[in-house]
């Protein structure tokens, strides 16, 4: 995906960015305003579900004086705010039909002007905007416009969940922590153990949970080195559940010898594991590359699975499971 952004940032194409709830689609928008030519203009975002429908049209377009009752001075929109520079639309299936019609025009004329007034105005702006929402299926419901999805649906950009990332999850909270003592709270350091938990929770708020849990530790545990135990008990949980099925897999593989006992001394630690990852490889091969399935056919959790394919360098082989 880093390469796919990398050729999009500097270009003035929109761009449809796709994901969960939290995973950071709104930081994706930043990096790709400040890799554009745009990056000296200004970074304007709205999120279109936060905004109520009477007051949508004047949030993005601005107002005249007397436009409407309460406009008692003129007031600028995002779009105008934005001027050469970046607007980001989040939340873009939240919007309203009436107000999609109203945008699409501007994002086909590149014109707008304000509530109450007759002036036209240049929308010099990238337009970015990002939806947790399914827009085919919006669409299909009669929520969304099909011509303003293929408007925005220009260079889509699908942002994966966290848990499905890999080794973002020590690198954001890095960055997380890095900030935080920017802001003057004490350094952090999570033990091995720490972090491998980190690595066994499915995140289910995405990256904003990450963020959220290098907030509470920097403020809790400032200075100081932390270790499972002084994370919250859902992630202990999660440490005690891979420990469990460790001892499962170990005790199958006791309870139905699969080799003869050589007569030699050998390296028992390493015949397990070549075993384990033989085991791996036949159910990723056997379920399509798909880690849930594969999980459920050797009664792993999938976490615990993901874990045994990164400490085998097989974690190429996974395929999303949503």
């Not at 999009?8 to 305003?33: D, R």
């Not at 707008?112 to 919006?138: K, M, P, Y």
């Given at each position: 995906?880093?390469?796919?952004?990398?050729?999009?940032?500097?270009?003035?194409?929109?761009?449809?960015?796709?994901?969960?709830?939290?995973?950071?689609?709104?930081?994706?928008?930043?990096?790709?305003?400040?890799?554009?030519?745009?990056?000296?203009?200004?970074?304007?975002?709205?999120?279109?579900?936060?905004?109520?429908?009477?007051?949508?049209?004047?949030?993005?377009?601005?107002?005249?004086?007397?436009?409407?009752?309460?406009?008692?001075?003129?007031?600028?929109?995002?779009?105008?705010?934005?001027?050469?520079?970046?607007?980001?639309?989040?939340?873009?299936?939240?919007?309203?039909?009436?107000?999609?019609?109203?945008?699409?025009?501007?994002?086909?004329?590149?014109?707008?002007?304000?509530?109450?007034?007759?002036?036209?105005?240049?929308?010099?702006?990238?337009?970015?905007?990002?939806?947790?929402?399914?827009?085919?299926?919006?669409?299909?419901?009669?929520?969304?416009?099909?011509?303003?999805?293929?408007?925005?649906?220009?260079?889509?950009?699908?942002?994966?969940?966290?848990?499905?990332?890999?080794?973002?999850?020590?690198?954001?909270?890095?960055?997380?922590?890095?900030?935080?003592?920017?802001?003057?709270?004490?350094?952090?350091?999570?033990?091995?153990?720490?972090?491998?938990?980190?690595?066994?929770?499915?995140?289910?708020?995405?990256?904003?949970?990450?963020?959220?849990?290098?907030?509470?530790?920097?403020?809790?545990?400032?200075?100081?080195?932390?270790?499972?135990?002084?994370?919250?008990?859902?992630?202990?949980?999660?440490?005690?559940?891979?420990?469990?099925?460790?001892?499962?897999?170990?005790?199958?593989?006791?309870?139905?010898?699969?080799?003869?006992?050589?007569?030699?001394?050998?390296?028992?630690?390493?015949?397990?594991?070549?075993?384990?990852?033989?085991?791996?490889?036949?159910a990723m091969t056997a379920c399509d590359q798909v880690v849930a399935r594969a999980a459920q056919r050797l009664g792993l959790r999938r976490t615990t699975l993901v874990e045994k394919l990164k400490k085998y360098s097989l974690a190429s082989l996974r395929k999303c499971s949503n």
């Amino acid at each position: 995906m880093t390469a796919m952004l990398g050729k999009v940032a500097p270009t003035e194409s929109t761009v449809l960015i796709l994901g969960e709830s939290g995973t950071g689609k709104e930081v994706l928008a930043q990096c790709l305003h400040r890799h554009s030519s745009r990056r000296d203009g200004p970074f304007v975002a709205i999120n279109c579900g936060a905004i109520p429908e009477a007051l949508m049209e004047s949030e993005l377009f601005g107002h005249e004086k007397g436009a409407f009752t309460g406009a008692l001075v003129t007031r600028k929109g995002r779009f105008e705010l934005a001027q050469g520079g970046t607007i980001f639309l989040d939340e873009i299936a939240e919007m309203s039909p009436q107000m999609q019609v109203k945008l699409l025009r501007v994002l086909q004329e590149r014109h707008f002007e304000r509530v109450g007034g007759s002036r036209s105005f240049q929308a010099d702006v990238r337009v970015l905007a990002a939806t947790h929402r399914n827009l085919e299926e919006r669409i299909r419901d009669g929520a969304f416009r099909e011509d303003l999805y293929y408007r925005l649906n220009i260079f889509p950009v699908e942002v994966p969940p966290l848990r499905d990332r890999g080794g973002d999850v020590h690198l954001l909270f890095r960055h997380f922590l890095q900030c935080l003592e920017e802001e003057g709270h004490g350094p952090v350091v999570l033990s091995e153990a720490g972090l491998a938990a980190l690595d066994a929770y499915p995140w289910p708020g995405n990256v904003r949970e990450l963020q959220n849990l290098a907030e509470r530790l920097a403020i809790l545990h400032g200075g100081e080195r932390i270790e499972v135990t002084d994370l919250p008990a859902r992630f202990r949980a999660c440490v005690e559940d891979i420990a469990q099925d460790e001892r499962q897999s170990l005790a199958a593989i006791w309870s139905e010898p699969m080799a003869t006992l050589p007569d030699e001394p050998f390296d028992l630690k390493q015949h397990l594991e070549d075993i384990e990852k033989d085991l791996l490889l036949q159910a990723m091969t056997a379920c399509d590359q798909v880690v849930a399935r594969a999980a459920q056919r050797l009664g792993l959790r999938r976490t615990t699975l993901v874990e045994k394919l990164k400490k085998y360098s097989l974690a190429s082989l996974r395929k999303c499971s949503n």
